[in-house]
């Protein structure tokens, strides 16, 4: 990802106390350079940008403040003379990442990246659940709504009824109404009718005070399933209520990440890759990390994307970009510093792409939104929520949620999709600038950095939407995130073949570390880290591996020696770089770890297969595999 005007800006990092209710950071002010410092524009040169501006409002004109306008123009007259400071900033925060992900720098600058990883897993996933619960007291209010329709139903039927009761008696004759009355002494013949008369008008009674009582209760059960839809209906709004603010929290926590540790943050993936994907994972980290140095040297801290919706009111210091045909880019702005021009993204988009980098190496995991995997739609909708931009993961709920942009506008952090003339909307990615996009794609197996070559289906989620617009294609089938075939079912599973390479001839390279010189399929060995981390915070250790990728040459080996448990050479889903065989407990039968292995592998798409099992043909414990593979 090249640093060029569209480039993306960082969160400022303290994680600070937050405001007190009521008030708002002070606002932004523009820069006044002092005396021998560079004269800068206020239209083409704007100056850089010190302090959250406050919440724009409809009454309240923008203002100035006199003591942060000497302050800034201090801070530009060091940085028109701190080349070497920047360029000894860059060097640090730019250089590639080592193999397990990390960057040069502060100890306390990691440790606040850390804190501020686990603080906004948590503000996400209490998000999440907030919208959940949300979702559930639709449906219990759904339902106590159909119930009250057919409750209601039920009184207009017992009403009607017991009405035609009343219209029957109302129409009966006195000696109808009383048969009793019309005993005699004198006609005894006719007492056997009377009293049969009788019971008919006692039982005709009995059946109207029947039905005025099953009216009443109808009645009182349509009254009951109203109030409890009504319940329903304002837990929901609380839910949602509480989902919101979670958000607000979220934002006001991204406003004031300083860039050195969004830097940090975006580096905290340990997730292996292939050695050519690793590279150019690294690549694109150390040019996001590097502009966030620059960002960090340059005491800019982006402003929120509320601030940054119209180009003709942007905070003080800051002027609009403009695209190559000299229109304004809407949701980002551009700053002067250190002798170049900078695009200002806004504080949400700098999270957003530093939470996706974070996960880099992470596996592809159909539907899932982390954190032990992703689906595409999984991987943004955890970024941008990460960022307090709440997006569901469903492709046409991202597209719905953002304003398209045109090719020329496009900047870092937009959702680019990918579309498919059946299935419409079929992958999303975040923008990286060229033509590189960060996604959890089902053709890299895991997040990565990736090109699209068309660009042409995008949308910016940090602007307001107008009016929704319908995706450039619509489809009637799930999205496949750029699976290249459909996923395998019990009957057809996936073959383990993959990249036209022969079982157990599978370069080095392409495959990926996962400890003591074993190696997996980069997927599978993503996938085999997340598993072996939670395995050792239950047992205080990662798990104990013996063997994983087998070439061909060592399948043959081991079936020359061990013929009766060994595949045929050229069959073994070792030779695919999908199975390690286990130690540590993990071996034996019976052992807790065993256990553990049995309950929670599965959730790490590794399974154990039923031949390898305790009643199976070949029982083998320690033997595991990655998916659902052709035996």
């Keep these: 990802m090249a640093a060029p005007r569209a480039q993306a800006a960082a969160p400022r990092t303290r994680v600070p106390a937050r405001p007190p209710a009521g008030r708002a950071p002070a606002r932004r002010t523009a820069t006044v350079p002092r005396a021998g410092a560079p004269r800068t524009g206020t239209a083409a040169r704007p100056g850089t940008t010190g302090r959250r501006p406050a919440p724009r409002t409809t009454s309240a004109p923008r203002t100035r403040t006199p003591g942060a306008v000497r302050a800034w123009g201090r801070r530009l007259a060091v940085l028109a003379g701190t080349t070497l400071a920047l360029t000894t900033v860059l060097a640090a925060l730019a250089q590639p990442p080592t193999e397990a992900g990390q960057v040069p720098g502060s100890s306390d600058a990691l440790g606040q990246a850390q804190a501020t990883a686990a603080t906004l897993a948590d503000a996400t996933s209490r998000y999440r659940s907030a919208l959940a619960a949300a979702t559930a007291f639709d449906t219990q209010a759904q339902q106590a709504r159909d119930a009250g329709a057919a409750a209601r139903a039920a009184v207009a039927t017992d009403r009607a009824a017991v009405g035609a009761y009343a219209a029957a008696a109302y129409r009966r004759s006195a000696q109808e109404r009383w048969p009793l009355a019309q005993l005699s002494l004198t006609t005894p013949g006719t007492t056997t009718d009377v009293l049969h008369a009788t019971g008919l008008a006692e039982r005709l009674s009995d059946e109207q005070a029947a039905q005025v009582a099953r009216a009443g209760t109808a009645a009182v059960h349509a009254a009951t399933y109203t109030d409890t839809a009504r319940a329903a209906e304002t837990a929901a709004a609380d839910a949602r209520r509480t989902a919101a603010g979670v958000l607000l929290e979220v934002r006001e926590l991204v406003a004031a990440l300083d860039p050195a540790v969004s830097a940090r943050w975006a580096g905290l993936g340990t997730s292996p890759a292939a050695t050519a994907q690793q590279g150019r994972n690294a690549a694109a980290l150390a040019d996001w990390q590097g502009y966030l140095g620059q960002l960090a040297t340059g005491g800019i801290t982006p402003p929120p994307a509320a601030d940054l919706t119209d180009p003709t009111d942007l905070p003080s210091g800051l002027a609009p970009l403009r695209d190559a045909s000299g229109a304004p880019v809407a949701g980002v702005a551009s700053t002067f510093v250190a002798g170049r021009t900078l695009t200002v993204l806004p504080a949400e988009t700098v999270a957003a792409v530093s939470a996706a980098f974070s996960q880099l190496g992470k596996p592809y995991l159909a539907d899932q939104s982390g954190p032990d995997g992703y689906g595409c739609g999984g991987l943004t909708s955890t970024a941008w929520t990460a960022a307090g931009v709440g997006l569901g993961s469903g492709l046409a709920e991202q597209w719905a949620a953002g304003t398209p942009v045109p090719v020329g506008q496009l900047q870092v952090g937009d959702l680019v999709f990918s579309t498919d003339a ?90 990926c570390p996962v400890g003591k010189g074993q190696r997996l399929r980069c997927d599978a060995a993503a996938a085999y880290t997340a598993m072996s981390a939670a395995y050792a915070a239950t047992f205080g250790s990662p798990l104990c591996i013996t063997d994983s990728y087998r070439s061909l040459d060592a399948q043959v080996d081991a079936h020359h020696r061990k013929p009766a448990i060994t595949a045929v050479p050229g069959t073994s889903n070792h030779g695919w770089g999908l199975a390690v065989d286990l130690c540590g407990g993990v071996n034996v039968f019976g052992t807790t770890q065993t256990a553990w292995m049995q309950a929670n592998a599965a959730h790490y798409g590794w399974v154990h297969p039923d031949w390898a099992q305790a009643d199976g043909r070949n029982p083998e414990p320690w033997h595991w595999e990655y998916g659902h593979l052709i035996s």
């Design 422 to 511: 059946r299935d419409g909307l079929d992958d999303v990615g975040l923008y990286l600038g060229g033509t590189s996009v960060l996604s959890a794609s089902a053709d890299r197996w895991q997040v990565a950095v990736r090109d699209v070559t068309d660009l042409s289906t995008a949308v910016r989620v940090t602007v307001p939407v107008a009016t929704p617009t319908d995706p450039p294609v619509t489809g009637t089938g799930a999205a496949t995130c750029g699976a290249t075939s459909a996923p395998g079912t019990a009957a057809q599973p996936v073959p383990p073949a993959w990249g036209g390479l022969a079982n157990g001839q599978i370069p080095r390279d392409q495959l």
